[in-house]
Every structure is written in C-alpha cells, then in structure tokens.
C-alpha cells in the first residue's frame, strides 16, 4: 500500500470510527489535568521570568488597542530596573503617552517595536509565537497568578496534542499503539517537565507535531479523488507558520516533508507543501507584527542574530567529561544520539527503535510511518550540525523527543501484532517506567537520566551535567533561604536571570538578591552545572561541597549554598595561587 491508496480512516484498511476520537478526547482531559496539577511542583526556570516580561508588553499593547483612548493617560513604562526583560541592545526608548491615544499610532512602527521585543537582534532573537500562546491563559484563567497563566496555555497545547496523537495513531495502529505514543508523549521525564514551563521550546514542539499529523490527515486518499483534503492542508499550512513563528529550528520544518514528498512521489503531498507553505508564510507575517512595516529588513535582521549566535553568545557546557564553548565549539556529532539514548525510558527507546525498524521494512505499506522516523532523525541531524546551540541537553532538540512518540506508537504496534498478551504487556511496562520515572524524580524532572547509564548518579560519573535550567531552585530551597538569612543579609547567585526578580517581585523570595539593593551578601547559591562552574566555584566544592548541599538527588547534589565568606576566601585564594 502507498502513500496515495491509504485509506481515509486507516493505513491498514479498517473502517474509521468516532471510538478513538473520544478516547483522543479523553487522553487531552487527562493530560491536562495531570499538568495543571503537577505544575506548582515545578519552580520558575531560566528563561521563563524574559517570557512573562516579553509578555507583558505584548498584554499592555492589547489594552492599548483595546481602548487607546483611555489607556493613553494613565500609561507609564515599567522602570528597566523592575522590568522582566534583558536591556535592548538596540537602545529602544519608551513611547509617550501621546504617542498611544489611537490606534493609528499604536500600529505605527516604533510603537510596535517597543511593545512587541522579538525577531530582531539579541537578545530578543525570537519570534513571538511563545508570548502568543501564553496569553491563552489571560483568557482562560485571568484571576491566577501571572506565571501560573502563562504556563496554561502551552500546557493546553500540550494537551490537546496528546489526545490528537492518542486518536490519529488509534485509528491506524489501535489502541496499544495509541496508549503507547501518547504516553511516550506526556511521560518522558524530561519534556514532562518541559511541558509546563511557559517558555519556546514546548510551544514549538507542539506546532512541529501537530502539522506532522495535520499533513498526514492532508495526504490520505479520499475514494475518487487525487487531491489533498484542502482542511487538513490549511491546518498544516497554519501550524507550519506558528512553528516558525515561535523558534528560528521551526523553518526548517519543511525539509522532512519535501523529502517524503520525494521519496514517494506523491501528488497529494506536493500539493499541500503549496497550499501550506503559502499559508505558513501568511501566518509567520500576520503573527509577527515587528515585520508589518518591513518584513524585508525584519526577517534580515531575525536571521542575522540567530545564525550569529556563535560570535553574540558563548555558553561553557559539559558533555562526557569535557567542558565546550557552544556554539562557537561544536558537541560531538553524535551527541544527540548520546542524549537520546541517556535521557529516554528504556522500553520506550525499545519501542522507538522498533517503530524505526519496521518503518525501513515496510517503507511502501506504511509511508507514514516513515514520515514520524524522517522528522526524528531530521531533528537529531539538525542539533547535531556543527556549530549548533549545544546547551541545555535535550531542550535544544525536544521536538525530536515529540516525534519520538509517534515512532513510539508504532514500535508498539509491531510488539502487540507479533507478541500479542507479551506485546501489550511491554506497552503497560513501558507507561508505568515513564510515570514511576517522574514520580521518583520530582521535583527535578530534568535531571532524570535513564537506568541503563545508572540514572543520575551514573551519568554525573560519565561527566554530564547534573542539572542546568536552575529548576533545582526548588520550594524548599527558597524556603531555607528565606528562613535562614538575617536581616539585613542578601543571597548572590553566579549568574542573574531575571527569574530572581520575579521572584522577588511575587513575594515568593524575600530575602534581597540584586546589587542595587541594600543588605550584606549572606549566602551564595550555585547549581551543579559543571560546564558554567568558575575557578572559584570547583575550589568551594572541592573544599566544603558536602557540608553545603541544598538541594540533591539520588545522593547528587543539584545546589549548594555556601556562606558568603567562604567564597571571598576562595577568591582570595585563587589571587594568591592562580590554578594552573
């Protein structure tokens, strides 16, 4: 069977039902649920206080044009001091109230600028598709707390990508096949835990899956008809566009389809790449509104920030026991192999590399199933090339752990039909390791490795890093250093994400944490990022690491926080002996 006799409802013949759509229904539900209630589990990470400040803009921007007239007067721009944004290279200054009293103004090009920070040079490389899907939850839940908010709309993108994935491989592969590609979905540790936080990655994750289902429905036959079913192609078009709206890795979205296209020929395909790409390019420029002026200069400049990151951003980052400068070094070409293989469930990298296996076998029966293994492999090549942001471990690559799940479902179809009673055993094994794996490791999801490299005490042996995104910043952490600072005693951190101003701002951290503010340094908190770690910082582990321990796991440590003095020491130490 090819890609242009499948059937409409099943790749293998079967009539379509409503059964996996509600059950589709059922999983998004659950899904949801399961993230809404886990997600105060999880402390604000790195990049998410520059989200909420992004979109913070963007909100006020919406009241403006709401009613201009009335916003006009009583605006005033939030002092840079206790803005959540980095400081504009571009040297940016706010509008007067003057300049905001129609919306004729409001939609005038430095006004736009100014309330929308993205797509343009760093630090505000990317687009705004993030902020967009945040706001979801100004309309769903506006009584919640800002961050709470934010993180609801991608959760609901999540969601509803769940039970998409549950009824579309339901209805070709059953219900084993489907119970195992959503649950490869929602209960791989690591995206677990990326899927609450209201940053770029998990967004972009859910576009980049969803438009692989959307061209899947789009190239299905239709009895008597060669052409694509023109919804699912608008669809596609229009998720096609948010992907790229959201992150630069979301252009090259088209590449595994185009090769699909190819390699199978296939009218209906082509055909959708045209209407889609169309629309895509529509979608990219309606939602990025920095571009409606100049969308010529405006897509320059977003490239030229993002393709130079090598020379604008340098971030020390550990992988096997060597510290690399990435992006201007490259990680090993194999890296992402490393990271998937280290960061994945057991049996469900078994049942992935099974789906692989019978994708290559049975090219010509199931072309869609060689489409989930194309984007895979596309996605672990894409990070993989030289010069590539390497930091962060999967987070860079996490659409590839998206479509892993689809490659997932049919690994598991395979075992059911060939093992039977056995098969749909690996598949209950394979769901109860991914959420026996989260329950363990929460707090701190993403310092989860996999069992075959001895989790996380076994992969801190083999030199990868512990833990990066600051998520080991837990409740309890912030608790003990609210507690355990004097007054007047302030805590300093190696580096300054504004999530330590939300922070504050929230009433969540009281203790001070900024320089402009007044107080003694107390306390220095540092996270086990052995990559990012200063001379001083190895010495202060070397010297009192054990008796500083924060917070840990599994008998590793995540974060330490040393008295204040013990650092100076440090560093007068250094002076006196440099290292060699």
């Not at 040297?91 to 109230?97: S, Y």
């Not at 994708?359 to 996605?379: D, K, N, S, Y």
């Not at 833990?467 to 951190?493: C, M, Q, R």
Request: glycine share 10%; proline share 9%; net charge positive.
């Amino acid at each position: 069977m090819t890609a242009k006799d499948a059937d409409a409802g099943d790749e293998r013949g079967r009539p379509a039902s409503r059964t996996p759509w509600l059950g589709g229904i059922g999983v998004a539900a659950a899904t949801l649920a399961l993230l809404v209630a886990t997600g105060p589990l999880l402390t604000i990470t790195w990049d998410e206080a520059f989200v909420l400040g992004r979109q913070e803009r963007v909100r006020e921007w919406l009241h403006a044009v709401r009613d201009p007239s009335g916003f006009a007067p009583s605006w005033r721009p939030i002092p840079l001091q206790d803005e959540l944004l980095e400081p504009d290279s571009e040297g940016r200054t706010p509008p007067a109230p003057a300049d905001l009293d129609t919306r004729a103004k409001l939609f005038s090009q430095p006004v736009i600028e100014w309330f929308w920070p993205f797509a343009r040079a760093m630090p505000y490389g990317h687009p705004p598709g993030c902020a967009l899907a945040g706001l979801i939850g100004d309309v769903l839940a506006p009584s919640w707390e800002v961050l709470a908010r934010a993180r609801l709309g991608p959760m609901l993108l999540v969601s509803i990508v769940a039970g998409a994935i549950y009824g579309f491989v339901c209805r070709r592969w059953g219900p084993w096949a489907a119970a195992a590609a959503a649950g490869a979905w929602v209960l791989q540790p690591r995206p677990f835990a990326h899927w609450h936080f209201a940053h770029f990655d998990d967004v972009l994750v859910c576009y980049w899956v969803g438009s692989v289902l959307a061209f899947s429905k789009a190239v299905e036959a239709v009895e008597g008809s060669s052409k694509p079913r023109w919804g699912w192609a608008v669809a596609f078009g229009i998720l096609a566009g948010a992907a790229a709206n959201t992150k630069l890795t979301g252009w090259f979205l088209p590449i595994p389809f185009i090769v699909w296209t190819l390699m199978y020929r296939d009218r209906r395909g082509l055909l959708t790449l045209l209407i889609g790409g169309a629309l895509g390019l529509l979608t990219l420029y309606l939602l990025t509104p920095p571009w409606w002026h100049n969308p010529v200069d405006g897509v320059e400049k977003f490239l030229r920030s993002n393709l130079t990151r090598s020379r604008s951003t340098k971030i020390p980052t550990m992988f096997l026991g060597r510290v690399i400068l990435t992006p201007a070094e490259s990680l090993p070409w194999y890296n992402t192999l490393v990271w998937t293989f280290f960061v994945t469930p057991v049996v469900f990298l078994g049942l992935a590399i099974t789906g692989a296996g019978r994708a290559v076998r049975r090219m010509r029966a199931e072309p869609l199933a060689v489409l989930f293994v194309l984007h895979w492999v596309f996605l672990l090549v894409l990070r993989a090339l030289p010069h590539t942001p390497g930091h962060d471990g999967e987070r860079q690559f996490l659409a590839a752990f998206g479509c892993l799940a689809l490659v997932v479902g049919v690994g598991a179809a395979s075992v059911v039909e060939r093992l039977g009673r056995w098969g749909r055993g690996l598949v209950v094994a394979a769901l109860l390791e991914g959420a026996v794996s989260i329950a363990v490791m929460m707090p701190v999801p993403l310092s989860y490795y996999s069992p075959l490299v001895g989790g996380l005490p076994g992969a801190t042996r083999l030199g990868m890093e512990p833990t990066y995104y600051w998520d080991s910043f837990t409740d309890d952490a912030i608790d003990w250093l609210n507690e355990h600072t004097p007054p007047g005693g302030k805590v300093l951190f190696p580096t300054y994400p504004t999530t330590w101003r939300y922070l504050r701002q929230s009433g969540r951290l009281k203790v001070p944490v900024e320089y402009f503010e007044p107080g003694v340094w107390t306390w220095y908190v540092l996270q086990n990022r052995p990559g990012a770690f200063s001379p001083e910082d190895r010495l202060l582990i070397e010297r009192e690491g054990a008796e500083h321990v924060l917070v840990s796991k599994w008998g590793v440590p995540l974060l330490w926080a040393f008295p204040h003095q013990d650092l100076e020491r440090a560093r007068a130490d250094l002076q006196r002996k440099p290292p060699p």
